[in-house]
């Protein structure tokens, strides 16, 4: 941090949510490179990928001390008090994704020694595009203020769970046709629950900034899937 | 930081990118001339207006530390560039146009470097686009700003064709392979021990011309389904009558559907009512294999109910049975107030499990256990609707009740 410069008040704010965007940008592309990685089995990118991680770690360390000392010293109210807690929750959300993403990429490490499973690797690809198009939506959001896309993705978070049981199904089906495939199967299975989680981020982060531009709760009326269910 | 001037204000420096002619004409002192004799209203200042026209992003972004990323600001935008990257006024901080890290990077070495970058950029959502992103310094500006351009450049056809190819030669030739095995085995009965059997050889060529339209329908629907995608990220320029476009599929499948006993039951807005953009023998693309479908899974006698009709994505997408499964499968990218034309059809069939819901417009998915009849399709059919349906930037949505039936509902926005 630059604290040699004395700024103003909202210069440190913009700062702040110009720094929590930007880690948006990175962990969206550690996203973005790990589904990659996986669906072409390319092994360099999956080690660049766990290279990166440490940045975005820094980052949140950064944000977190940069929210802190705004806090000590501003005592920041109401809007900016929201603006500056939030900066902080959605820095850590932002690192669990990338920590998921590192986690893809080491998986897609030991994958690459197995034989490929293009179809399945396939559907791990279109589910991992639903969910990296979710944390992008979620990331315009933050840095428009754009309630209303940050409630759309809020709303459609069951698509990512349907994606998830049928691949998990998928998966299962697989492994029992042919026991020679648990290893890759379970390390897809695994990767599956990943972007499943990088989703719920995603959900916490609408949650965030809903909260930081309203003040309020998002009211629950999501319909849960399974009380849809047919009886 | 000075409140960035926008180019087309046409005073200060931005004075040299005005056309040397242009710039005589208006000299201080001179007297009106008469208007050019080409052009009766000529633009305030060609050069921005060509800069503003590029159909490439370009952007022109300004920063005085080099510390704090907040201090990047987006100082020009031209009209691509906004509408690629949301810019509302086309200035603004950059991180909130553009957040790649690699990209970022490059603006910082082009503007405290004073190198020239090139990387790599995508933008994903529904049409995903690849760009090369390129940057230059651009010196200091008067204000002591230091100043860098980063162009886009449009990658997405080169890669897109690529892909396509390699899509299209793995799809084809694992599914020709089954039809193509049947056939040569037939052609080994018919030269053997079938030979003089003329019973059977009637039977075998009759499956043998069923399995060869089954090759040619396959790699009509791979064909068009490759040509759709490789136009995926152009919207498509035209007007359609959906009602219209709707009620000639009607009328085309009316006669099948009248030897199996099925009714198709139509409300179809008048003529000229719902219009929206887009690519007529698409929509209708979308229509027949939406209808063909339901034909497919009602039974004999059952009724096909098909819906035409405008309104916002709320009241399209609203549950019209609390009961049903119900999946969207593909969302357009979300603008609000958008007016939507959509196209329902319900058919009276067996309904679709829920667990199958998500992988329905895969290529090639098949529901386990599912019959296949004469008329089995080449499982492209939803997938190709889906992929027109994102290339007019609109959704599609699924319900289902077991023993019920399906209806497939596709939106897309209406002609302005």
Not at chain 2, 248 to 258: G, R
């Given at each position: 941090m630059n604290e040699h410069i004395v700024k103003s008040y909202g210069d440190e704010l913009a700062h702040l949510t110009a720094e929590v965007t930007r880690m948006g940008g990175l962990a969206e592309s550690q996203v973005n490179d790990a589904i990659a990685a996986v669906t072409k089995r390319d092994t360099t990118l999956a080690q660049a990928i766990v290279g990166r991680d440490e940045r975005l770690d820094t980052l949140d360390t950064e944000i977190e001390r940069a929210a802190i000392r705004l806090i000590a010293l501003r005592q920041p109210m109401a809007n900016d008090l929201r603006r500056t807690v939030g900066a902080m929750k959605i820095a850590s959300n932002l690192e669990r994704c990338g920590d998921l993403a590192k986690n893809i990429a080491k998986r897609t490490l030991i994958l690459a020694e197995n034989d490929p499973a293009?179809?399945?690797?396939r559907?791990?690809?279109?589910?991992?595009?639903?969910?990296?198009g979710r944390l992008k939506d979620v990331i315009d959001a933050y840095s428009h203020a754009d309630i209303d896309r940050a409630v759309a993705v809020w709303l459609r978070d069951e698509e990512v769970d349907e994606h998830y049981n049928a691949l998990f199904r998928e998966l299962l089906t697989y492994m029992m046709g042919d026991p020679r495939t648990i290893t890759a199967g379970a390390h897809l299975l695994f990767i599956a629950k990943n972007l499943e989680r990088i989703g719920d981020h995603a959900t916490n982060i609408a949650e965030i900034v809903h909260f930081q531009i309203t003040g309020e709760e998002i009211v629950s009326q999501r319909p849960k899937l399974d009380s849809l269910k047919p009886q | 930081m000075p409140a960035p001037q926008p180019f087309s204000s046409g005073s200060g420096p931005e004075r040299r990118f005005h056309l040397l002619g242009w710039t005589l004409s208006r000299a201080p002192g001179s007297p009106p001339r008469p208007p050019p004799p080409i052009a009766a209203a000529p633009p305030a200042d060609p050069l921005n207006e060509a800069l503003e026209r590029l159909p490439e992003p370009v952007m022109v972004v300004g920063a005085r530390d080099a510390e704090d990323?907040?201090?990047?600001?987006?100082?020009?935008?031209?009209?691509?560039?906004?509408?690629?990257?949301?810019?509302?006024?086309?200035?603004?901080?950059?991180?909130?146009?553009?957040?790649?890290?690699?990209?970022?990077?490059?603006?910082?070495?082009?503007?405290?470097?004073?190198?020239?970058?090139?990387?790599?950029?995508?933008?994903?959502?529904?049409?995903?686009?690849?760009?090369?992103?390129?940057?230059?310094?651009?010196?200091?500006?008067?204000?002591?700003?230091?100043l860098a351009l980063l162009l886009l450049r449009d990658e997405t056809d080169a890669r897109r064709s690529e892909?396509?190819?390699?899509?299209?030669?793995?799809?084809?030739?694992?599914?020709?392979?089954?039809?193509?095995?049947?056939?040569?085995?037939?052609?080994?009965?018919?030269?053997?021990?079938?030979?003089?059997?003329?019973?059977?050889?009637?039977?075998?060529?009759?499956?043998?011309?069923?399995?060869?339209?089954?090759?040619?329908?396959?790699?009509?629907?791979?064909?068009?389904l490759s040509r759709i995608e490789l136009n995926e990220h152009i919207a498509p320029a035209g007007r359609v009558d959906v009602g219209q476009a709707v009620?000639?599929?009607?009328?085309?499948?009316?006669?099948?559907?009248?030897?199996?006993?099925?009714?198709?039951?139509?409300?179809?807005?008048?003529?000229?009512?719902?219009?929206?953009?887009?690519?007529?023998?698409?929509?209708?693309?979308?229509?027949?294999n939406l209808i063909d479908n339901a034909l497919k899974y009602t039974p004999d006698g059952g009724v096909i109910r098909i819906e035409v009709f405008a309104g916002p994505e709320s009241a399209i997408t609203v549950p019209r049975d609390p009961t049903a499964a119900r999946l969207a499968l593909l969302v357009p990218d979300h603008a609000a107030g958008e007016l939507y034309a959509a196209i329902r059809v319900a058919d009276a069939g067996p309904g679709i499990a829920r667990e199958h819901l998500p992988r329905l417009t895969e290529r090639f998915y098949r529901i386990e256990g599912q019959k296949s009849g004469e008329r089995s399709g080449t499982g492209l059919g939803l997938a190709i609707v889906k992929h027109i349906i994102n290339r007019h930037r609109g959704g599609l949505m699924v319900e289902s009740v077991l023993g019920l039936g399906a209806a497939f509902t596709a939106w897309l926005p209406v002609a302005r």
């Open positions: 293009t179809a399945l690797t559907s791990i690809g279109r589910m991992g595009r639903l969910v990296a | 990323l907040a201090d990047r600001q987006v100082l020009f935008a031209n009209a691509a560039a906004r509408d690629l990257l949301r810019l509302q006024g086309g200035v603004g901080p950059l991180v909130s146009a553009i957040r790649d890290p690699q990209v970022l990077e490059a603006i910082d070495e082009s503007l405290f470097g004073g190198l020239e970058g090139r990387c790599v950029f995508h933008t994903v959502g529904n049409q995903d686009r690849h760009w090369l992103a390129l940057t230059r310094p651009m010196g200091d500006s008067p204000g002591g700003a230091r892909h396509a190819r390699a899509d299209f030669l793995a799809n084809a030739s694992h599914e020709l392979r089954t039809p193509l095995a049947s056939l040569s085995g037939f052609i080994e009965t018919l030269r053997g021990h079938a030979r003089d059997d003329e019973a059977a050889r009637d039977r075998f060529l009759g499956i043998m011309q069923a399995q060869a339209e089954r090759m040619a329908r396959l790699i009509d629907d791979l064909m068009s009620n000639d599929v009607i009328d085309a499948l009316a006669p099948l559907a009248q030897t199996r006993g099925v009714k198709l039951e139509a409300i179809l807005p008048a003529r000229g009512e719902v219009v929206a953009e887009g690519d007529r023998d698409q929509i209708v693309q979308v229509a027949q």
